[in-house]
């Protein structure tokens, strides 16, 4: 009866170790968009509106420096509300009127910012959280690549490439759309008004 447990256990260790192995080295999927996100996709913002989204407070944004299948320029925007941060990537148009194209939700719990009262504040274990980079390269992927990443431990302050990635996201130049991917061996520039000597 023993040896029969002793089977069981190590063909159910060899089992649930396979799972993990292979989950492991699937491409990360993309989670469900709750509806106040998904209404978002294909909104469009007029000019006059500047940052302004319905609803939502703006946290960064700015341009990939390529153009969309459609000859748009593609941006992206980092924008938030009471409870869910979000990615977004746009089209610019010439007017400078923008169309959100896709969003994914950002790990709020990661991020170097918390929400007290409707706005961002800075928490104090900020130099240890997360920001969302643009400037990512990625050994897997010929893609513009966005990353959650980190600053490396002693170059705090100091611009620098830095392997510590959390989660990564491509962006599709010609549709806009995001797509996560695994962060191994992915790497962001991290810019810094202090650069180190």
Not at 2 to 14: D, N, Y
Request: aromatic share 6%; hydrophobic share 40%.
């Amino acid at each position: 009866m023993k040896t029969m447990m002793k089977g069981l256990l190590v063909t159910a260790l060899v089992v649930v170790g396979g799972f993990v192995m292979s989950a492991g080295n699937a491409q990360c999927a993309d989670e469900p968009l709750p509806p106040e996100v998904k209404k978002l996709i294909g909104m469009r913002i007029p000019a006059k509106a500047g940052d302004v989204v319905p609803g939502w407070k703006v946290m960064g944004a700015g341009i990939f420096g390529v153009k969309t299948g459609a000859g748009q320029e593609l941006g992206y925007e980092l924008l938030y509300q009471q409870d869910i941060s979000i990615l977004v990537t746009d089209e610019l148009d010439s007017d400078h009127s923008r169309t959100i194209i896709d969003a994914r939700i950002l790990p709020r719990q990661l991020l170097t910012y918390k929400v007290e009262g409707g706005k961002a504040v800075r928490k104090k274990n900020a130099n240890r959280m997360y920001f969302v980079e643009h400037g990512c390269k990625s050994e897997n992927y010929e893609a513009v690549v966005v990353g959650l990443v980190r600053s490396e431990n002693s170059k705090i302050g100091c611009e620098h490439w830095s392997s510590q990635v959390k989660r990564a996201w491509s962006i599709d130049v010609d549709s806009g759309r995001i797509s996560e991917i695994s962060p191994r061996g992915v790497s962001c520039l991290i810019q810094s008004e202090s650069i180190c000597q």
